[in-house]
């Protein structure tokens, strides 16, 4: 298709002229879904324009900075933008063509970010790669976005791509930023930057003349969890406009803003994050060290200071626990002021909820608790800059959501998808705009919709989105692209929700991951394993299992200890896994020791407690006999990425949970077997 568009250069700004909602061809165009006011109005511009605009205006402005060698070194706007220029002038004379992809490896780097608007300039597609992926994902990546540049970290990367390059015969150069090429003929980054240098600017000006912001820039694939990950197509208007819309939906201010980047850039809201948002609104992005989330995340954030903190639900979790057991350690009347500061933390947000107006005394108490003990606490974590913080990627309960309120973190949850550019719905604490349990209010940049299905209770349906957010299509896959995106334009989310009565949104669980028993009852898993979580709260990861089966049953891990080079999880439990035992009368310091409690004695102390749970959770949470859990069993290992039941924005990861675990879960529907506790892998 491209040179039915060869005449239209009037680029970088130019919206080449097109009547299609969806395109899955590398260089099709969409038509933009504008309005003449509102949220949707604006006119389009380019990643180039934004740039150049914050380059210009903000010249000697900090944007990036990077700790390497104990100091830390700094990239002004200015040199942010010419070295992505400079970049981009390397990629043309190293053959990359327009369309083609350029894959980036390697965890967050100024090198990352100057690599990802190099290829955009040139007019290629940017694809960020997972540094967990294996060579045969790469492989798929790399193939399927017909990538000519491959940039990697360090050799571990390399050493993926080297290991498959014999079948990507369009790959014309690697590149590898850190360290010493350890293969031939792979360029160093000091070498790429040489070659720009040395490049005129008159094929980089060219290529911009044919660039449109209705045509796609970057690929954001999907984790793969369904199936082979699909590369989501985002197209410059989607990053300038939608980059917009976030700073519109939570007030930032220009030149203000810190941010700290440590989550995978391969994602879509990260990416969001760091870099469009960040450039919008000209923030400073700070990196965390490769091994931020093994343990180094904390200092990092002490350290930087951010105003502004996105985590995933894992990570607030694993803050949580690290403050429950900081909080264990202290008694008396310390453990009785911060218990009075909590309730009071909490009790101001839960005003707002309601709409009550707080008394004299309730306004006076939440003052003397900031300043006696949540602002210490805060600035303790490194937040006492942030002012907003952010959990999305997967649902986040109700009991870490009030622990953080009751701390002064009021955390705003977002709902959307890749392919909605994350934007569907948001609470805003501070907003009285938030409701436990919901994702919030829909918010004006996207139309939404419920579209009942077969299973769904009445009020509920499919959530489906349209407007200027919704993704151009699936990278070279119309099928997948026409299931999604209908001929209307609807985003089909594969999300169950409903609305309640003040148009509070909320998600009642997943099309493709229903539970549909034998007897035909269709069963979201999710709220079932968090209502289980929250009753046994030594427990880390509730499976649910019974598909196609007579009743339900799950597979529990309990909460341990990490390893802080590989993040695999370990035999030994967490602290207060162990305190919370020995209140059961049951003395056991690993997860071995523990499974071997429950099978040794099957009605002993420990097997009796998670029972207990498990017997609440049916009385009071589930809403039919269905829901209701028959048998469990305790796994010998915690979830993680490393071991593979997660993935790479840490959701379960279910069919493979199910395959691996398949012997455990098949004993807990075998006729006549006794035990209720399985253990074996």
Not at 21 to 50: C, N, R
Not at 146 to 159: F, G, R, S
Not at 345 to 354: E, K
Request: glycine fraction near 8%; charge should be negative.
């Amino acid at each position: 298709m491209e040179e039915n568009f060869s005449e239209f250069r009037n680029g970088p700004d130019q919206v080449l002229p097109s009547t299609q909602t969806k395109t899955w061809e590398a260089d099709g165009a969409v038509k933009l879904y504008t309005e003449e006011e509102g949220a949707m109005a604006g006119a389009p511009f380019s990643v180039h324009t934004l740039m150049q605009d914050r380059a210009r205006d903000y010249a000697k402005h900090p944007a990036l900075a990077v700790k390497r060698e104990g100091a830390w070194r700094y990239w002004t706007y200015k040199e942010y933008f010419e070295e992505s220029r400079t970049v981009a002038k390397a990629f043309i004379r190293l053959g990359l063509e327009r369309f083609h992809g350029v894959c980036i490896m390697g965890f967050n780097s100024p090198e990352w970010l100057i690599a990802n608007f190099g290829c955009i300039f040139a007019g290629g597609l940017c694809a960020g790669v997972y540094t967990t992926n294996s060579p045969e994902a790469c492989r798929h990546l790399a193939e399927n976005c017909h990538a000519q540049i491959i940039i990697v970290e360090d050799n571990a990367c390399l050493n993926k791509f080297l290991a498959v390059k014999r079948f990507l015969p369009e790959i014309k150069a690697i590149v590898q930023w850190s360290g010493v090429p350890s293969a031939p003929g792979v360029i160093s980054w000091a070498e790429l930057m040489a070659i720009g240098l040395a490049e005129k600017d008159t094929e980089l000006e060219d290529r911009l003349s044919l660039t449109a912001v209705n045509q796609c820039c970057t690929l954001i694939y999907t984790s793969g969890t369904t199936g082979p990950p699909k590369g989501v197509m985002c197209s410059q208007d989607h990053l300038t406009w939608g980059s917009s819309q976030y700073q519109e939906n939570a007030n930032h201010e220009l030149c203000t803003e810190v941010f700290v980047s440590y989550l995978p850039l391969s994602h879509l809201a990260a990416q969001m994050l760091d870099v469009y948002l960040a450039c919008t609104i000209a923030a400073t992005v700070y990196f965390a060290q490769p091994d931020a989330l093994k343990g180094t995340l904390g200092q990092t954030l002490q350290e930087v200071r951010p105003t502004c903190f996105l985590g995933v639900p894992r990570v607030w979790e694993k803050i949580y626990e690290k403050m429950q057991e900081a909080g264990a350690q202290i008694g008396g009347v310390k453990k009785a002021v911060a218990t009075w500061a909590k309730y009071h933390g909490l009790n101001y947000f839960n005003a707002l909820r309601d709409g009550r107006t707080l008394s004299t005394y309730e306004r006076a108490c939440n003052s003397l608790a900031k300043a006696l003990i949540l602002n210490k606490v805060k600035a303790a974590i490194g937040f006492n800059r942030a002012d907003k913080f952010v959990s999305g990627a997967a649902p986040i309960s109700k009991d870490i959501l009030e622990y953080f309120m009751s701390i002064n973190i009021p955390i705003m949850e977002g709902y959307g998808m890749s392919e909605s550019l994350s934007i569907c719905s948001m609470s805003f604490p501070e907003q009285d705009r938030f409701r436990l349990g919901s994702v919030g209010k829909a918010l004006p940049q996207c139309y939404t919709k419920l579209v009942p299905v077969d299973g769904c209770k009445p009020g509920e349906g499919e959530i489906c989105m349209k407007g200027r957010s919704i993704f151009m299509g699936y990278l070279h896959m119309p099928e997948k692209t026409n299931e999604t995106i209908d001929d209307e334009g609807w985003l089909h989310s594969g999300d169950i929700g409903r609305f309640d009565k003040d148009g509070f949104l909320y998600i009642t669980g997943r099309i493709k991951e229903l539970v549909i028993t034998a007897g035909g009852e269709n069963i979201p898993p999710v709220l079932i394993e968090e209502a289980v979580k929250k009753e046994l709260p030594f427990v880390s990861f509730a499976f649910l299992c019974g598909d196609r089966r007579k009743y339900l049953s799950m597979l529990l891990t309990l909460k341990a200890e990490t390893d802080d080079n590989t993040g695999e999880p370990q035999q030994t439990l967490t602290p207060a896994c162990q305190a919370m035992f020995k209140e059961f009368g049951c003395d056991v310091q690993t997860v071995a020791e523990a499974v071997a409690e429950v099978n040794k004695n099957p009605s002993g102390p420990l097997a009796k407690a998670i029972q207990d749970g498990i017997e609440r959770y049916n009385k009071h949470g589930a809403v039919s006999n269905a829901q209701k859990i028959q048998r469990w069993a305790l796994l010998p290992l915690d979830f993680s990425q490393p071991t593979g039941e997660l993935n790479n924005t840490l959701k379960l990861k279910r069919s493979f949970v199910q395959e691996k675990y398949k012997d455990i879960i098949e004993s807990m529907y075998t006729p006549n077997k006794s035990l209720d506790v399985a253990s074996k892998l």
